[in-house]
T-cell receptor, first 112, second 115 residues
């Protein structure tokens, strides 16, 4: 079965711009989480969505937002980009309950 | 709140064993283990739940010590394919009501297996 699909794979944006990243989970996976990965900070939790509702949010500024659609696809948006937002953004989906996550290949965002 | 992984890096020769530890300062509900190879997405290895049994597949297994709030990943007779960065992710009671999920990750343990 198809894995978690993230688009685009790479993005280069200028400071102050905004960006939207997309994630299509594995069919049947209703929980979608987003993570930011950087060499210094490791994996940082952004938010988790289930049934179009944000269930949990990490310690990121309000410039980071997301949403989930009725088909479980999710998007995250970062407004007013800063240089420090450069990172690999990973989306992960899972079944409901105590299951592991399946990660997408990520979107590599570079802010210049 | 971030779990502490040790060691930070390990270099092995093929066939050697390794243990990676993940310790939390808060009570644990579950511990996830993942492996990430350079330029790739993290891949799920296993999840251990509070009160659950030790898990494993092939030559990779893990344990969960609730009293010590610690999990250990055991890599036996390592293979070249085991190389990568191993992450533990922890879930704590407060975040496990209903479907709420929030993994807090360790900084990873880099494992290199050489021929």
């Amino acid at each position: 079965k198809a894995g978690v699909t993230q688009t685009p794979r790479y993005l280069i944006k200028t400071r102050g711009q905004q960006v939207t990243l997309s994630c299509s989970p594995i069919s049947g996976h209703r929980s979608v989480s987003w993570y930011q990965q950087t060499p210094g900070q490791g994996l940082q939790f952004l938010f988790e969505y289930f049934s179009e509702t944000q269930r949990n949010k990490g310690n990121f500024p309000g410039r980071f937002s997301g949403r989930q659609f009725s088909n479980s696809r999710s998007e995250m948006n970062v407004s007013t980009l800063e240089l420090g937002d450069s990172a690999l953004y990973l989306c992960a989906s899972s079944l409901v309950g105590n299951y592991g996550y399946t990660f997408g290949s990520g979107t590599r965002l570079t802010v210049v | 709140q971030q779990p502490v992984q040790s060691p930070q890096a390990v270099i092995l020769r093929e066939g050697e064993d390794a243990v990676i530890n993940c310790s939390s300062s808060k009570a644990l509900y579950s511990v996830h283990w993942y492996r990430q190879k350079h330029g790739e997405a993290p891949v799920f290895l296993m999840i251990l739940l509070k009160g659950g049994e030790q898990k494993g597949h092939d030559k990779i297994s893990a344990s969960f010590n609730e009293k010590k709030q610690q999990s250990s990943l055991y890599l036996t007779a390592s293979q070249l394919s085991y190389s990568g960065t191993y992450f533990c992710g922890t879930e704590h009671r407060a975040f496990c009501a209903g479907n709420n999920r929030k993994l807090i990750w360790g900084l990873g343990t880099s494992l290199a297996v050489n021929p």
